[in-house]
């Protein structure tokens, strides 16, 4: 006796497949969040990783179990045992919770399933990326042919952006960038094989230009300086105008790594804090981070389309010279990787669906429960806040505690599962790192998460 052969997600069938099993998974997800009742599951590594066990058997049965039995399994532990960004107690990373229509638009892109690598995979979200890249792009730099590449990341367009500027000034390129630059700058440049990059320290957060100035005006041959606009740690954005200005003096090309902060150009309201932004050769800008996408939902942006044109590449199955000729557009030169998942979708769902008005609102929303925690925390007498926040990042310490004890508080708060917080180490301290994401955080969740800091504090 043969196997009934699964259901397919697309043709004419999928729709109507998939209606059923979409149920059990969404059944599946609210067990799951119930079973874990805070923000991440408590009891630590060993205990998750007993139950994910324990749950899941076999991972390949001998006989399948079936769908709904499959997905309620996997979807429930998956959910048990999530850090959830969408609880407001989760705020260590730039872990965004997704909006919800935007996984919705990319269950189409799942059951679809088309591949940005030719046109023949991807009739309509091969348009769709072609569309809202050139919006994005346009929305970022104000010059006749602005372009971008969606890409799996900040970590992929820091190595685009690297990858172009050494095409462009050869393999002797020196990145320059600040001790506050995200870790991929450096990888980048140990991928691309390029000289080990100049770290520039930042004792006050964000790059200083006369430090700048120094160095560039000490280091021969080409370099590259990258700034950043929203430190990993601090969320700190560099002195973009100045920066750039010390860059035209030495000849010398900028990029910014706007991953985090990138974003806060669809807000009119925290938009001037990106002043300078437009004056970088490349652009690195994170959708899901500020973004509100499910990962992954990245961007590299650049001036002028040429800039892209090191990427262009050949391969006669999916872009003939002839069939390019015949009209079929080429893809191959908008990304190092072949089989590629149409991100462009549910960004441009989103887009569509709130609005400027919209996305403004949630950012500025967001920024400002970031801005009401710091305050608190500032007006307590049993914390030291850092800095007020320049984005969403807030960074504070219990007092008294010193550094070891601050390390351990903020496993105790993972192990026991109550809060998810980080960690950055800035004035050669250490510091807790809230990093505020959810635009649903209320302050009432904000005085609980101080409630919980303070029992663990005086325990
Ligand atoms: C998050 C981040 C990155 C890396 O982006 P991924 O999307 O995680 O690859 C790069 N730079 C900065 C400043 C970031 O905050």
Known sequence: MTAPTPPLAGGQGGADALRPLLDTVLTALRTGDAARGGPLPAGGPHTTAARVRAALGEVLPAHGTG???ALTTLV???AAGAADPAHPLCAAHLHCPPLAVAAAADLAVSALNPSLDSWDQAPAASAIEEHLTATLAAELYPTPHPDALLTTGGTEANQLALLLARERHGPRLTVVHGANAHHSIPRAAWLLGLPPTLTLPTPTGTL?????????TRTP?????TATAGTTDAGLIDPLPALADVCDRHGTELHIDAAYGGTLAFSP???PLLAGLDRARSLTLDLHKLGWQPVAAGLLAVPDTRLLAPL???ADYLNAPDDTEAGLPDLLGRSLRTTRRPDAVKIATTLRSLGRDGLAHLIDRTCATARHLADLLDAHPGF????HPTITTVLFRPTPADDDQLATLRRTLLHDGTAVLGRATADGRLWLKATLLNPH???GDLDTLIAHLEGRTHR
Not at 384 to 387: D, G, N, P, T, V
């Open 312 to 314: 262009a590449h050949r």
């Open 384 to 387: 030291e806040l850092h800095a």
């Open 441 to 443: 955080t209320t302050t």
């Open 67 to 69: 769908d709904h039995e």
């Open 208 to 216: 200083d230009p006369h430090t700048l100035d120094a160095a560039l």
């Open 269 to 271: 309201r925290h938009r």
């Open 76 to 78: 429930h532990t998956l």
């Open 221 to 225: 041959g080409p370099t590259l300086v």
